[in-house]
């Protein structure tokens, strides 16, 4: 589940990621852009259900811009960013999904801005981002830490 706007800066690092996981064809992966009303698409999650499920998002968690994290799943509510763009809470999200998903690993990038263009601090986090999901590197159940 990559979530944010398009139009938002770098808030658009999860579309960003979706066209970018699309264009590499990997039949192993479900990609949903769910732009940023991401509780539309949870029957699509159940109907996949799938072993793992990343959702990406942008979160101000106070890091310089492009940082990224595994944010563990309790914790979300906790970092639920001070700016919010979505129509819910992802802690909502996630604690609804959790009932059809063993396995959810949230992946939070820094912003630093919500409007123009994408930084590329925060462009290349999401590249980083991709090239370690097509190799099947972030299939960390409970991993907490920092994107190497």
Do not use: W
């Not at 940023?36 to 890091?63: C, F, H, Q, R």
């Not at 059809?100 to 801005?113: D, S």
């Amino acid at each position: 589940m990559c979530i944010g706007s398009r139009r938002g800066g770098d808030d658009a690092i999860g579309p960003y990621i979706a066209d970018r996981l699309l264009k590499k064809q990997n039949n192993d992966i479900v990609v949903l852009d769910c732009g940023i009303a991401p509780e539309s698409y949870t029957s699509l999650v159940k109907k996949y259900n799938p072993k793992y499920l990343l959702i990406i998002d942008a979160v101000d968690m106070g890091l310089k811009p492009g940082e990224t994290r595994i944010i563990p799943i309790e914790k979300i509510s906790e970092i639920q960013m001070h700016i919010s763009t979505h129509n819910i809470p992802l802690s909502i999200l996630v604690r609804y999904l959790c009932r059809y998903v063993k396995n959810i690993i949230f992946i939070g990038i820094q912003p630093k801005t919500l409007s123009g263009e994408m930084t590329p601090a925060v462009r290349k986090s999401g590249d980083r981002i991709v090239d370690l999901i097509i190799k099947n590197e972030v299939r960390i159940p409970g991993a907490i830490g920092v994107f190497q």
